[in-house]
Protein backbone atom coordinates (compact mmCIF):
# COMPACT_ATOMS: atom_id res chain seq x y z
CA UNK A 1 0.00 0.00 0.00
CA UNK A 2 1.81 3.33 -0.73
CA UNK A 3 2.04 5.73 1.50
CA UNK A 4 1.24 9.48 0.67
CA UNK A 5 3.21 12.36 2.85
CA UNK A 6 0.39 15.20 2.99
CA UNK A 7 1.64 18.10 4.28
CA UNK A 8 -1.07 20.42 5.96
CA UNK A 9 -0.62 23.67 8.09
CA UNK A 10 -3.02 25.52 10.68
CA UNK A 11 -3.74 28.92 10.49
CA UNK A 12 -6.30 31.44 12.37
CA UNK A 13 -6.13 33.71 15.21
CA UNK A 14 -4.75 32.98 18.61
CA UNK A 15 -6.89 31.41 21.36
CA UNK A 16 -9.41 29.91 18.09
CA UNK A 17 -8.48 26.10 19.08
CA UNK A 18 -5.56 25.06 16.28
CA UNK A 19 -3.67 23.26 18.65
CA UNK A 20 -6.48 21.42 20.20
CA UNK A 21 -7.90 20.27 16.81
CA UNK A 22 -4.53 18.88 16.05
CA UNK A 23 -3.94 17.19 19.62
CA UNK A 24 -7.77 15.59 19.30
CA UNK A 25 -7.23 14.43 15.71
CA UNK A 26 -3.73 12.97 17.03
CA UNK A 27 -3.59 11.95 20.21
CA UNK A 28 -7.46 12.08 20.91
CA UNK A 29 -7.39 14.35 24.03
CA UNK A 30 -8.28 17.54 24.78
CA UNK A 31 -6.44 19.81 27.58
CA UNK A 32 -8.27 23.63 28.19
CA UNK A 33 -5.58 24.65 29.21
CA UNK A 34 -2.76 24.13 26.69
CA UNK A 35 -0.47 26.74 26.42
CA UNK A 36 0.26 29.11 23.35
CA UNK A 37 1.82 27.83 20.74
CA UNK A 38 5.75 29.33 19.92
CA UNK A 39 6.71 29.51 15.98
CA UNK A 40 4.73 26.25 14.87
CA UNK A 41 4.63 22.72 16.15
CA UNK A 42 4.54 19.42 14.30
CA UNK A 43 2.62 16.21 14.74
CA UNK A 44 2.04 13.50 12.32
CA UNK A 45 -0.66 10.57 12.30
CA UNK A 46 -1.33 8.50 9.34
CA UNK A 47 -4.64 7.23 8.24
CA UNK A 48 -5.86 4.69 5.56
CA UNK A 49 -7.84 6.19 2.89
CA UNK A 50 -9.38 4.24 0.26
CA UNK A 51 -6.42 1.80 -0.91
CA UNK A 52 -3.62 4.17 0.34
CA UNK A 53 -1.95 5.91 3.80
CA UNK A 54 -2.19 9.32 3.92
CA UNK A 55 0.95 10.79 6.45
CA UNK A 56 -0.39 14.11 7.72
CA UNK A 57 2.54 15.97 8.30
CA UNK A 58 0.57 18.61 10.73
CA UNK A 59 1.90 22.00 11.63
CA UNK A 60 0.59 23.92 14.09
CA UNK A 61 1.39 27.81 13.58
CA UNK A 62 0.96 30.27 16.24
CA UNK A 63 -1.55 32.86 15.94
CA UNK A 64 0.15 35.65 17.59
CA UNK A 65 0.78 38.52 15.30
CA UNK A 66 4.76 38.61 16.14
CA UNK A 67 5.09 34.99 14.43
CA UNK A 68 2.75 35.95 11.29
CA UNK A 69 5.85 36.50 9.04
CA UNK A 70 7.17 32.91 9.79
CA UNK A 71 3.23 31.33 8.39
CA UNK A 72 5.01 30.81 4.70
CA UNK A 73 7.84 28.81 5.45
CA UNK A 74 5.09 26.25 7.00
CA UNK A 75 2.32 26.68 4.79
CA UNK A 76 4.62 26.92 1.93
CA UNK A 77 4.39 22.79 0.00
CA UNK A 78 1.70 22.26 1.68
CA UNK A 79 -1.06 20.10 0.48
CA UNK A 80 -3.74 21.76 2.52
CA UNK A 81 -4.20 25.05 4.68
CA UNK A 82 -6.88 24.25 7.43
CA UNK A 83 -8.08 27.84 8.39
CA UNK A 84 -9.69 28.62 11.95
CA UNK A 85 -11.82 30.97 13.54
CA UNK A 86 -13.80 30.64 16.79
CA UNK A 87 -17.75 31.10 16.17
CA UNK A 88 -17.55 32.91 19.15
CA UNK A 89 -15.64 35.75 18.13
CA UNK A 90 -15.98 37.62 14.73
CA UNK A 91 -12.97 39.17 14.64
CA UNK A 92 -11.07 36.02 14.38
CA UNK A 93 -13.39 35.06 10.97
CA UNK A 94 -12.38 38.52 9.45
CA UNK A 95 -9.06 37.41 10.34
CA UNK A 96 -9.33 34.26 8.43
CA UNK A 97 -10.34 35.93 4.95
CA UNK A 98 -7.03 37.41 5.42
CA UNK A 99 -4.79 34.28 5.49
CA UNK A 100 -7.51 33.19 2.60
CA UNK A 101 -5.69 36.62 0.68
CA UNK A 102 -2.43 35.38 1.56
CA UNK A 103 -2.55 31.73 0.43
CA UNK A 104 -3.64 33.07 -2.88
CA UNK A 105 -1.21 34.95 -3.39
CA UNK A 106 1.34 33.15 -1.97
CA UNK A 107 0.66 29.67 -1.35
CA UNK A 108 1.13 26.69 -3.38
CA UNK A 109 -1.57 26.70 -6.77
CA UNK A 110 -3.45 23.65 -5.58
CA UNK A 111 -3.47 24.00 -2.13
CA UNK A 112 -6.70 22.61 -0.75
CA UNK A 113 -8.11 25.22 1.42
CA UNK A 114 -10.71 24.05 4.72
CA UNK A 115 -12.49 26.57 7.06
CA UNK A 116 -12.91 25.15 10.55
CA UNK A 117 -15.54 27.40 12.81
CA UNK A 118 -14.09 25.71 16.31
CA UNK A 119 -15.86 26.00 19.43
CA UNK A 120 -18.83 25.11 18.28
CA UNK A 121 -20.31 23.40 21.84
CA UNK A 122 -20.62 26.69 22.93
CA UNK A 123 -23.48 28.13 20.14
CA UNK A 124 -25.13 29.94 22.48
CA UNK A 125 -22.19 32.64 22.36
CA UNK A 126 -22.23 32.55 18.61
CA UNK A 127 -20.76 35.54 16.89
CA UNK A 128 -20.02 33.90 13.42
CA UNK A 129 -23.27 32.43 11.78
CA UNK A 130 -22.99 28.80 10.12
CA UNK A 131 -24.64 30.31 7.29
CA UNK A 132 -22.43 33.19 6.49
CA UNK A 133 -19.55 30.93 7.19
CA UNK A 134 -20.58 28.28 4.86
CA UNK A 135 -21.35 30.98 2.15
CA UNK A 136 -18.06 32.16 2.26
CA UNK A 137 -16.20 28.84 2.19
CA UNK A 138 -18.70 27.95 -0.92
CA UNK A 139 -17.71 31.20 -2.51
CA UNK A 140 -13.91 29.91 -2.29
CA UNK A 141 -14.36 26.62 -3.14
CA UNK A 142 -13.20 25.54 0.71
CA UNK A 143 -14.24 22.76 2.62
CA UNK A 144 -15.96 24.23 5.25
CA UNK A 145 -17.03 22.36 8.44
CA UNK A 146 -17.68 23.61 12.44
CA UNK A 147 -15.77 21.63 14.61
CA UNK A 148 -15.05 21.16 18.70
CA UNK A 149 -11.85 19.71 19.75
CA UNK A 150 -13.70 19.82 23.38
CA UNK A 151 -16.09 17.03 22.83
CA UNK A 152 -14.69 15.92 19.51
CA UNK A 153 -17.38 17.13 16.68
CA UNK A 154 -16.20 16.61 13.11
CA UNK A 155 -12.06 16.53 14.04
CA UNK A 156 -11.58 13.04 11.81
CA UNK A 157 -14.06 14.35 9.06
CA UNK A 158 -12.12 17.58 8.16
CA UNK A 159 -8.87 15.37 7.74
CA UNK A 160 -11.19 12.78 5.61
CA UNK A 161 -12.66 15.88 3.75
CA UNK A 162 -8.84 16.84 3.01
CA UNK A 163 -7.75 13.37 2.00
CA UNK A 164 -10.65 13.09 -0.64
CA UNK A 165 -9.52 16.45 -2.27
CA UNK A 166 -5.67 15.55 -2.87
CA UNK A 167 -5.44 14.66 -6.67
CA UNK A 168 -5.26 11.35 -7.30
CA UNK A 169 -1.95 9.66 -8.07
CA UNK A 170 -1.58 9.73 -12.05
CA UNK A 171 -0.47 6.27 -13.85
CA UNK A 172 3.02 6.94 -14.37
CA UNK A 173 3.16 6.66 -10.60
CA UNK A 174 4.21 10.44 -9.65
CA UNK A 175 1.65 13.06 -7.92
CA UNK A 176 -1.13 14.30 -10.55
CA UNK A 177 -0.51 17.82 -8.79
CA UNK A 178 2.22 19.27 -6.40
CA UNK A 179 2.09 19.65 -2.75
CA UNK A 180 3.19 16.52 -1.40
CA UNK A 181 5.27 13.71 -2.30
CA UNK A 182 5.00 10.15 -2.90
CA UNK A 183 7.25 7.98 -0.58
CA UNK A 184 7.51 4.51 0.36
CA UNK A 185 7.04 3.89 4.35
CA UNK A 186 10.25 4.00 5.56
CA UNK A 187 11.17 1.13 8.35
CA UNK A 188 13.25 3.56 10.41
CA UNK A 189 11.50 6.60 12.64
CA UNK A 190 12.40 9.83 11.07
CA UNK A 191 12.86 13.09 13.16
CA UNK A 192 11.42 16.27 12.30
CA UNK A 193 14.07 19.18 11.30
Known sequence: MALRELKVCLLGDTGVGKSSIVWRFVEDSFDPNINPTIGASFMTKTVQYQNELHKF???DTAGQERFRALAPMYYRGSAAAIIVYDITKEDSFQTLKNWVKELRQHGPPNI?????????????????????????ADSIHAIFVETSAKNAININEVFIEISQRIPVLDTGGGAATKGFKLRRQPSETRTCC
Not at 112 to 136: H, P, Q
Open 57 to 59: LIW
Open 112 to 136: VVAIAGNKCDLSDAREVSEKDAKDY
